[in-house]
């Protein structure tokens, strides 16, 4: 079974760590399936491990009906041959040839305001009702026009998957003596001065702050330290709410509204949505009973 999932990640990498996660479950399931994640990621390199294509972003005009069979995606995926493609944010890009795919066809859906699903293009508006994916799947709980089924959210690890404390503690060079506060904007590209500074406090009620940077990629994934971790500073982007929803870390968000959502919705409205289930295993279900 070929299996490809295709998302954007052109403003971050959030998109391509839900690609990984689906990957991980894979394996952790023990699915037989040649996987391939397909993007337009500004860190292709997160994806080390899998099969990663990287492609550059094509407009609207590369797309249209009149040009989209010399368009580098769709060339692609003919390429590819899934038998199950994946499909999370960028419809739109697959508008003028899905149907031509011959294959199951899943949508994922992260927290994004019903705008997101009627995109007004130079000479015509396209709706996403009129793509016909066979599933459309919520990874995280919010309210929309479109008819979808919930799924919990895909994370990178399950909860026995992480380091122990003293492993964790080990790795980051830490002795365990001090209570260690993670700023996990670093990086983030609503990282500033002003921010960092806002959080200065917490060394003077006891904390050690560390900054990933520092440590290069060996504190990749974040969330194989989190047993290691007493407090997390983050924004409300996917994988880093969902995370520390999922275990169960005491945080501070600094939520950002984006062109087609709203952070802060989670932030509201979804702390208190408890589960033990990785989305990104019940997903591989899904994706094996089609």
């Not at 927290?111 to 007004?120: A, Y």
Request: hydrophobic fraction near 35%; aromatic fraction near 14%; charged fraction near 25%.
């Amino acid at each position: 079974m070929n299996i490809v999932y295709y998302t954007s990640g052109t403003t971050g990498f959030g998109r391509v760590i839900i690609g990984i996660s689906i990957g991980n479950a894979l394996i952790r399931n023990k699915a037989e399936c040649n996987y391939t994640i397909v993007s337009n990621s500004s860190k292709p390199g997160l994806a080390q491990g899998f099969n990663h294509i990287n492609l550059p972003v094509e407009d609207e005009f590369d797309l249209s009906k009149e040009n989209y069979q010399n368009s580098i995606i769709y060339n692609t995926l003919h390429r590819l041959k899934p038998d199950v493609l994946i499909v999370n944010h960028i419809w739109f890009n697959l508008y003028n040839f899905i149907h031509e795919l011959n294959c199951k066809t899943i949508y994922l859906s992260d927290l994004v305001d019903d705008r997101f699903f009627s995109i007004s293009l130079k000479d015509e508006t396209i709706k996403f009702i009129d793509v016909g994916f066979d599933r459309v799947i919520a990874i995280e709980p919010f309210k929309s026009s479109i008819e979808m089924e919930l799924i919990n959210p895909l994370l990178l690890r399950n909860r026995d998957e992480i380091f122990s404390r003293e492993v964790a503690l080990e790795r980051l060079g830490k002795d365990g003596k001090k209570k260690l506060a993670l700023y996990g904007m670093d990086g983030h590209p609503y990282d500033t001065d002003e921010l960092r500074n806002k959080y200065l406090y917490l060394e003077d009620v006891g904390y050690e702050i560390i900054y990933p940077k520092k440590y290069g990629d060996t504190i990749y994934p974040i969330s194989d330290y989190y047993n290691g971790l007493d407090f997390l500073i983050y924004g409300a982007g996917y994988t880093q709410f969902w995370e520390a929803v999922y275990f169960n870390k005491e945080a501070v968000f600094n939520p950002y509204k984006l062109r087609f959502s709203d952070q802060s919705y989670r932030v509201q409205e979804c702390q208190e949505y408890y589960f033990d289930e990785n989305g990104a295993d019940q997903l591989v279900d899904i994706i094996m009973n089609m």
